[in-house]
């Protein structure tokens, strides 16, 4: 079979499309022929060889856990109604960069019918990281929620579900592109955080109310500035930091305004995690169209263009190779 393998870590370059030796799936696993396999932004960072998230992995190595596709052959003990399924997983056990992949049995989903490969992949870890998220921060609709990174994808499923519940929103995105992305949604008011004045035409737009929550993923400078628009007795909910940048928050100046920081993803990893509800719950939204995930899809032999075009921040939404 045909996979992305990394032999050494550095650059996207490389990331090599080679032939590999074929899967066969062991006692309690099936073999996807995969359709579509997730890209994640930590994975750069990962193939760069930065120590920044997960533990480096072994080389040569094949990255990637979510996979969507057909089950094509099953291990030992697996029931025959597997094969020929169509399934989704977020913890492929031989690397999702491939046009095949082994998963055990008790991480598959089946993909609904309403859903199509791309969209089951881009909901099986963001949707379920957007879904544990959104019920640490328990938005309202008496809320004006500022989401930093809006046309990403957590960003743009926390504007969908925001709007979908009645608050007000503010997108907050860098570029004309991504912004238009974040207006298309139905953000109250789309904005570009590159600009320097970003800040002052949220105030402008919004000079009755102040910033009730931030939602970022972000953080660094452009967290620092969403901050400075919340209102006392506000929540900033951090989820990631794309920017790679350290911020972290007066706590003394925050006290004074009674601002609470939530770190969702530390509440996330300190808690005994049953994912699997929260899973459904995600593909279930895709599949009713209450979050609907912007894809972009670049084919398998081009794994290395889609890490650049990650790193560059030039992509809008999930990030899908097709074999």
């Not at 808690?271 to 209450?290: F, I, N, W």
Request: glycine share 10%; with cysteine.
């Amino acid at each position: 079979m045909r996979a992305v393998v990394l032999h050494s870590f550095g650059p996207p370059e490389n990331l090599r499309y080679e032939e590999v030796p074929d899967l066969k799936p062991g006692p309690g696993e099936v073999r996807i022929a995969v359709r579509a396999a997730g890209v994640h932004l930590i994975e750069t960072a990962m193939r760069a060889g930065l120590p920044i998230g997960p533990p480096l992995p072994e080389l040569p190595s094949i990255f990637g856990g979510e996979v969507a596709g057909v089950v094509d052959a099953i291990g030992p003990d697996v029931d025959l109604s597997w094969l020929d399924a169509a399934v989704v997983t977020p913890r492929s056990t031989s690397g999702g960069y491939a046009e095949w992949a082994v998963a055990e049995l008790p991480a598959l989903h089946r993909i609904p019918a309403a859903l199509d490969y791309s969209t089951a992949v881009a909901m099986i870890v963001t949707g379920t990281t957007t879904v544990e998220v959104l019920d640490i921060a328990a938005l309202t609709a008496d809320d004006l929620v500022l989401v930093n990174s809006a046309a990403g994808g957590v960003g743009r499923l926390i504007v969908q579900h925001a709007r979908n519940i009645g608050a007000r929103v503010i997108g907050a995105a860098g570029g004309p592109a991504k912004v238009a992305a974040v207006d298309a949604l139905g953000a109250d008011l789309a904005v570009d955080y590159n600009e320097p004045d970003w800040t002052d035409q949220v105030r402008q737009a919004f000079c009755d109310r102040a910033v009730t929550v931030v939602l970022d993923g972000v953080m660094g400078e452009k967290g620092r500035a969403a901050v400075s628009l919340l209102a006392e007795g506000g929540r900033y909910v951090t989820y990631g930091n794309a920017s790679r940048e350290s911020f972290e928050p007066d706590p003394e100046k925050l006290g004074e305004q009674g601002i609470t920081v939530i770190d969702a993803l530390s509440i996330m990893l300190s808690k005994p995690r049953e994912v699997r509800g929260e899973e459904s719950r995600a593909l279930a939204a895709a599949a009713d169209g209450t979050m609907v995930p912007a894809v972009q899809t670049f084919p398998l032999d081009q794994a290395a263009k889609a890490h650049a075009a990650l790193e560059n921040r030039a992509t809008t939404g999930k990030v899908v190779l097709i074999p």
